[in-house]
């Protein structure tokens, strides 16, 4: 007769071990038992499973039995088994205590670990005592041993700690000429007289060799270290001598020339062949590279085994990035309503770096596309010419803007901070306006610079201020239906004055000279409007700006917005942040666009509540427009950082 009686007693059970060796057993016995198992289960689904007698020849064996036993204790103990033993440290300061929990461990889990853990306790705490300088702690312990749960009491005294007496810290190859590492000896964390720190020793070590390798020292060894304790007199000697042998130079750098023309290469390089080995430059170098958008991933591999003459050949892994890339987007906006946007990428187009971007965008108020195509010249990132063509429609107060552009503009770093370009961009415009239709061709030569820092996460900003200039001319001589000169300027800046508490100052300031009889062919793109989520809040979208009357062809007088010559807008606003992702808004936003003489101040003030996200915060803002015969509410809302 087959038959197994088992009995669960889960009080003399605890976890499945955490120990290698137990857990080793355990699962070589499972091994061992499965293939038994199988050969059983599959002669009971071939011959049937007599559960009374059994028959010659069946594979219902003693051996069998034992592994079907087995499998079953070794899950019962995975789910019966419970902590062994607990214990608790008196004695020491937090710095100490948190050291000799981390050498311990966690609580043993069966009796085999318990009685590991007790074997070893003393030499244990004594080591983690040790590594932060204590040598002579006195420590008492206390074991009851009560089942299943042992509680264990450790009580230490850590008595007078060792302190560092004489250090011995030699430099020697041509790192002794090396400024960095003159830097490093001379920042020490050892210094006579601190307790001794094993750790910071260690990390010291760590520190001289790390820095060897990020700056070419690649035969560099610490030759000798060593730290004597004299318990007696509770003193410590620290003794390190470290060779950091040749430093070695860049040699030549190596890549494929079909991914990457060796001119633009060369602009994006930080050093030259011959000069010293410093990781730091290749990682700006890999900077460089990622910032141009052409590859996926960049790998600099140093052939140290290559190095003659102690140069070192760089090997350039390039990764292409994707041929192409299409973004979609929606949005709403009170000044632009709902909008959607398709923007296609293809990043680099040939091995001289050439790229295209393709940005589509539609809302009812303001339709709009512009494909532009970028081309390297002395280099990639810091200097670029931009061909491209625009087409747009947009509302500016009571006048209908139908606009088609062609440009071209070279953008320049200068100084490392400041943008610089010149652009010369032909623009046809024509508006129109309760039927009253008019156009202009304009042929503008330009100018602009631009410059903005900022501290903290990319989406808020802690501080920053940014500052936009714009001149452009035209004239009838050159191309352009009238004279002007046109003057913009834009300005943002953010500062936290202390926690939770933050304020936003936005202007604007903007001119157009041009001749009186010349007014009515300026086009609205480069005149001026005031108002919306982003200007002059309480007011409708571009709805401020001088005001004409005239008639209409059926003969009704009418007054329509177009616009002025001048421009002038402030704001202020008071920010409190209730939490990470939520701050409220105070504002008082002031200005007028106008023509030459004719300011008539407009002002408004309100509240709102943001929302942050990763992309900037979702705004949410009321706003009353003080300055009008009837002030009324506007809802504004907008998404977006500062800058």
């Known amino acids: 007769m087959f038959q197994v009686n088992l009995r669960h007693d889960c009080t003399r059970l605890v976890k499945r071990s955490h120990s290698p060796s137990i857990h080793a057993r355990r699962t070589n016995a499972v091994k061992q038992a499965l293939p038994l198992i199988y050969a059983f289960f599959k002669a009971h689904t071939r011959r049937g499973l007599s559960h009374s007698t059994q028959r010659p020849g069946s594979l219902i064996t003693p051996k069998i039995t034992s592994a079907l036993l087995t499998l079953f204790l070794l899950t019962s103990t995975i789910e019966c088994y419970g902590s062994t033993l607990n214990y608790s440290l008196n004695g020491l300061s937090t710095e100490l205590k948190k050291n000799v929990k981390a050498w311990l461990g966690e609580s043993p ?62 430099l020697m190859g041509d790192a002794l000429d090396d400024p960095a590492f003159t830097a490093l000896i001379s920042s020490t964390p050892i210094n006579e007289g601190d307790i001794l720190h094993h750790g910071r020793y260690e990390a010291y070590k760590k520190s001289l060799m790390h820095l060897a390798q990020q700056r070419g020292y690649f035969t ?314 982003q200007s002059i809040r309480g007011f409708a979208y571009q709805a401020i700006g001088n005001k004409i009357s005239g008639v209409l062809p059926d003969g009704k007088q009418t007054t329509l917005v177009v616009g002025g010559d001048r421009l002038m807008t402030a704001s202020m606003e008071y920010q409190y942040y209730f939490s990470k992702q939520w701050r409220g808004a105070l504002f008082s936003d002031f200005g007028d666009a106008f023509d030459e003489g004719d300011f008539d101040a407009h002002y408004s003030a309100g509240f709102g509540v943001h929302y942050l996200t990763i992309a900037g915060a979702i705004k949410i803002e009321l706003a009353n427009s003080l300055s009008n015969d009837n002030p009324d509410w506007r809802l504004h809302l907008n998404i977006g950082a500062e800058f």
């Open 109 to 170: 889990e069966t009796p085999e670990e318990r009685s590991y853990f007790l074997a070893n306790l003393n030499n244990r705490v004594t080591k983690s005592l040790q590594a932060l300088g204590y040598y002579q702690p006195h420590i008492v312990i206390n074991t009851e041993r009560s089942e299943p749960t042992w509680k264990l009491t450790i009580s230490v005294t850590p008595n007078q700690p060792v302190l560092i007496g004489n250090i011995d810290i030699q």
């Open 220 to 533: 560099a060894s610490i030759t000798k270290s060593r730290i004597n304790v004299n318990t007696g007199a509770n003193t410590a000697q620290i003794l390190v001598y470290f060779d950091s042998g040749p430093r070695y130079r860049f040699g030549a750098v190596r890549f494929d020339e079909n991914m990457l023309d060796a001119a633009l290469e060369e602009s994006l390089q930080t050093f030259k062949e011959g000069d010293y080995f410093d990781l730091a430059q290749i990682q700006e170098f890999q900077a460089n590279l990622q910032r141009t958008q052409y590859f996926s991933s960049i790998i600099f591999k140093p052939l140290i085994t290559e190095a003659e003459d102690n140069q070192v050949p760089i090997e350039l892994g390039l990764f292409p990035a994707k041929r192409h890339s299409i973004d979609i987007g929606v949005g709403y906006s009170t000044d632009t309503e709902e909008r959607t946007s398709l923007i296609w990428r293809t990043p680099r187009i040939n091995s001289h770096g050439h790229s295209q971007e393709t940005r589509l965008e539609y809302s009812r108020v303001n339709p709009s596309g512009r494909v532009t195509y970028k081309i390297p010249l002395t280099h990639p990132i810091n200097d670029t010419l931009l061909l491209s063509a625009r087409k747009e429609e947009n509302e500016f107060g009571d006048l209908d803007s139908q606009q088609k552009e062609l440009s071209i503009r070279r953008e320049t770093l200068v100084d490392g901070n400041w943008i610089r370009s010149y652009s010369l961009r032909a623009l046809d415009e024509s508006w129109d306006a309760e039927s009253l239709k008019t156009q202009s061709i304009y042929l503008l030569p330009g100018l602009t610079f631009s410059h903005k820092f900022r501290t903290g996460p990319f989406a808020d900003p802690l501080s920053g201020f940014s500052q936009f200039y714009q001149l452009e001319a035209g004239g009838e001589d050159l191309g352009s239906d009238i004279d002007l000169l046109r003057a913009y300027g834009k300005f943002t800046y953010v500062t936290t004055l202390k926690a939770r508490h933050r304020v936003v100052t936005r202007a604007e300031l903007g001119a157009v000279f041009i001749d009186g009889n010349d007014r009515k062919h300026l086009a609205p793109s480069l005149g001026f409007f005031a108002g919306g989520a």
